[in-house]
């Protein structure tokens, strides 16, 4: 299974701040980028995706930055909060082959301090 | 809103027992999944189901099996429960061809602990 690397693996931002979470990938084949958001006690949900036809997709406070040549890709929480206090996982799959061959990062716990 | 269901929480399990993993979806969705979480290790496919009596094998099948004799229900078997099966188990869904406006639905998951 090709591998996704995340990092960092636990971060502390404060209020207000920038969170950053890097990902990385082998299979050029890759070509849907989700990343999930875990609350404790809950399973994790989409959070935002991005295909490799674009550089960077955001939705409110949250962007991903996609590097094809690279192979990396990273989320970008601005104007971080509290209730973005959660774990953060990367992903990366071929679409045509469907989710079972979604592969995950190893994840990133996210506290936002007040 | 997709709902999917995992039927325990929290479960406790001696060493040796077969452990029923029970997760019902309600959006009639034709791919099931289930995951494990591990602390360090992320979310690992264990089973994966794109039909009724259908199974596939995922990236960490040993010790487990699945049964799907309906569509809303995946169920995950733990044949013979060991310490090293003590983990989270995550249940998820998704749509026939799994389209970029498809994301996979997960429950929030069963906490097992094998003593």
């Known amino acids: 299974q090709q591998q996704v690397k995340q990092s960092p693996q636990s971060l502390i931002v404060q209020k207000g701040g920038i969170s950053i979470i890097n990902c990385a990938y082998e299979n050029t084949a890759f070509d849907y980028f989700p990343w999930y958001q875990q609350f404790p006690g809950k399973g994790p949900a989409l959070l935002i995706a991005i295909r490799p036809d674009v550089s960077e997709k955001k939705e409110g406070r949250f962007t991903i930055s996609f590097n094809k040549s690279a192979k990396q890709f990273s989320l970008h929480i601005m104007d971080s909060q509290p209730g973005d206090s959660a774990t953060y996982f990367c992903?990366?799959?071929?679409?045509?082959?469907?989710?079972?061959?979604?592969?995950f990062g190893k994840g990133t716990m996210l506290l936002v301090s007040p | 809103d997709v709902k999917v269901t995992q039927s325990s929480r929290y479960l406790v399990k001696r060493t040796g027992e077969k452990v029923f993993l029970e997760c019902v979806q309600d959006?009639?969705?034709?791919?099931m999944f289930w995951y494990r979480q591990d602390p360090g290790l992320g979310l690992r496919l264990i089973y994966f189901?794109?039909?009724?009596?259908?199974?596939e094998k995922g990236d960490i099948p040993e010790g487990y099996s699945v049964s799907r004799e309906k569509k809303e229900r995946f169920s995950l078997i733990l044949e013979s429960a060991s310490t090293n099966q003590t983990s989270m188990y995550l249940c998820?869904?998704?749509?026939?061809?799994?389209?970029?406006?498809?994301?996979?639905?997960f429950g929030n998951g069963t906490r097992l602990t094998v003593t």
């Open positions: 959006m009639d969705h034709e791919n």
């Open positions: 998820a869904s998704t749509t026939l061809g799994s389209s970029y406006n498809s994301p996979l639905h």
């Open positions: 992903a990366a799959t071929q679409m045509n082959s469907g989710y079972s061959t979604l592969t």
């Open positions: 189901s794109y039909d009724v009596k259908m199974k």
